[in-house]
Every structure is written in structure tokens, then in C-alpha cells.
């Protein structure tokens, strides 16, 4: 039965895959679905191209700073303390100012957020993981999921634990979680490998706004020969802030998949999402990083800068 709800009518339910059909009841929908199946399997999958080609949504910004987190994720911190996600620009800050404060290079490390001392041991960081994983934490059951994953932090590693957790963080709306879960089923690690499901899982986490994600989506359409879908996906991550899917996309001009407008409209935009999460500290931070003997540089100034007062 197609069409809307009249009024004083029973009420209709869509067809939950292509939307376009209502049935008045689960019988109605047995007694078309043989009429249905083909429109609606072709309905549903250009709904779901519709939702997976979309631009990537923004990044949640810094609790601290207010800038976007990085789209890189390991310029982010977790902090089991108090759950937050952090950009390593403010992380370095409050590094900074302990040690102006006088602390010595061993004892500095504290949260941004929350001013609490990082965790020393192994057991007191998976207390304040499963103290976040009961508040619902979607970041800490993603580090959880590590710490199955790769035995790390004294657990046993053990790939269907981790599976478990990466999907329930996943479902609370970490994206990074099912990119982990999509490469769990791509590589068979410690399920069964499955292409289709390791795609259904990238899927998600790319809808999200997950670059990586995007990437093995782009490589996987290419092994299959559907370029046209690969740059596709290279486009959307280029124009997200990707800057190995900005590379692709500029070799695609050469290969015919790309035009040279896509390109221009691609850099404009990533560079936009570049010049959205820069700041000055995250670039000391990553400086700092590259050498980390510089902290201990900047405790011998403040220890010369003390020894002159006196």
C-alpha cells in the first residue's frame, strides 16, 4: 500500500529498508514483498550511497581550547580521568606550565581538563577505564578495546572481547571504534575474515567522519575494480581534510576519474578543514614531539632563570 496516512486511518509503517512503500501490517508487507524486493533492494542501497558519499561531518571540538580536534587521531589524548577527549596542544600547554611551576620532568603529567595526576600503574588506569565505561563512555570502551586487542595494560589479548567492545563503542558514536572493528573482519583478527562485513563497519565509521576508514573504503572498491567508487570515496576525504586522499585525487585527474574542477573544489576545501583545527600550540606540540629532550630544555631555563634571582 503506497501513499500517506489519511486521516482516521490505521497507521502506515515504512518499509524500514527503501522507505518508499507503506504497510498497513506485517502481512500486507509478506503478501507484496515478492513485487517490492527488487525496487526497494535498489531504493535502499541508493540511500545508503546517498548517506556514505555525503561530506564528512565536522570534528567535535577541544574542551579546553574550543578549536576542532585534530582529524588526525593520534593528536588527541583520551583521559581516563575524566573521560574527555583532549588535542595534544593542550596537553602540551599544561606540560609547559608544570614544569615553569617547578616540577621536575618525572613528576609532571596532568590532566588539562581536570587537573588530575596522569595514572602511575596499570591497575589504576583500567580502574578509571571501567569507571568510564559505566558512565557510557564511548572513548573509554574504544581504548578498552584496545587494550584486548593488542595486551596491553596487563590484559590477555583477546580479539572477541575487543570485537564486542569496539561495536558498543561504536554504537555510542566513536567512529574510530568501527574502523577497528572494520579491520578486525578484514584481517581476520580473531573472527572470521569477511570483506562484506569489514566494508558495512569502515562504512560507519567513514559516515562519521573517520579518514582512515575512508582510505581502506577507496583501496577496497579499487582491488574490486570499481574506481569510479574509489575516487569517489578519495573525493569525499580529500574535501574532509585527508591529505593521502587529496594526493589520489590529484593523481586521478591524470587517470580520467577526477576533472580538474573536483580537484580545485577538493584543496579548497581541505584546506579549510587544515586552516579549522591549526593553532600555534598544536604546532609547538607536535615540534616538541619530534624532540622530546626540548621539555627538558625548557626545565634547564627555568632552573638557570631561578639559580640568576637568587
Not at 588535542?87 to 596532568?110: F, P, R, S, V, Y
Not at 590532566?111 to 595514572?119: L, M
Not at 584486548?148 to 561495536?167: H, I, P
Not at 591524470?254 to 581541505?270: C, I, M, N, P, S
Request: one cysteine or more.
Amino acid at each position: 500500500e503506497e501513499g500517506g496516512d489519511g486521516e482516521g486511518a490505521p497507521t502506515l509503517k515504512k518499509c524500514v529498508a527503501c522507505k518508499m512503500v507503506k504497510y498497513c501490517n506485517r502481512d500486507c508487507q509478506k503478501a507484496h514483498r515478492p513485487k517490492h524486493m527488487k525496487e526497494c533492494k535498489k531504493r535502499a542501497a541508493e540511500l545508503h550511497d546517498e548517506a556514505l558519499f555525503k561530506d564528512h561531518p565536522p570534528t567535535e571540538d577541544c574542551p579546553i581550547c574550543s578549536i576542532p580536534l585534530p582529524l588526525d587521531g593520534r593528536l588527541i589524548s583520551f583521559k581516563s580521568c575524566c573521560g574527555k577527549s583532549i588535542c595534544n596542544g593542550c596537553t602540551h600547554a599544561i606540560l609547559i606550565e608544570e614544569i615553569k611551576q617547578g616540577k621536575d620532568i618525572d613528576d609532571i603529567g596532568m590532566c588539562a581538563f581536570c587537573r588530575t595526576i596522569d595514572a602511575e600503574t596499570d591497575e589504576e588506569m583500567a580502574k578509571r577505564i571501567k569507571i568510564q565505561t559505566e558512565k557510557g563512555n564511548a572513548g573509554a570502551y574504544n581504548i578498552l578495546a584496545r587494550y584486548y586487542a593488542m595486551g596491553e595494560r596487563g590484559f590477555n589479548v583477546d580479539f572477541a572481547k575487543s570485537s564486542e567492545l569496539s561495536l558498543r563503542a561504536g554504537e555510542l558514536g566513536d567512529p574510530s571504534a568501527y574502523f577497528n572493528l572494520g579491520n578486525h573482519y578484514y584481517r581476520g583478527m580473531g573472527v572470521s575474515r569477511d570483506v562484506k562485513k569489514a566494508k558495512h563497519y569502515f562504512g560507519l565509521a567513514a559516515m562519521q567522519g573517520n579518514l582512515n576508514a575512508r582510505i581502506n573504503l577507496a583501496k577496497i572498491e579499487g582491488y574490486a575494480s570499481s574506481d569510479e567508487r574509489a575516487y569517489k570515496h578519495f573525493l569525499v576525504g580529500a574535501r574532509g581534510g585527508g591529505k593521502d586522499c587529496l594526493d589520489f585525487v590529484r593523481k586521478g585527474i591524470g587517470r580520467g576519474f577526477v576533472t580538474k574542477e573536483q580537484y580545485g573544489d577538493a584543496l579548497r576545501l581541505y584546506q579549510k578543514r587544515q586552516e579549522e583545527v591549526k593553532s600555534e600550540m598544536r604546532d609547538e606540540a607536535e615540534m616538541y614531539a619530534k624532540n622530546p629532550k626540548m621539555y627538558a630544555d625548557v626545565r634547564h631555563a627555568v632552573d638557570m632563570a631561578h639559580y640568576s634571582q637568587n
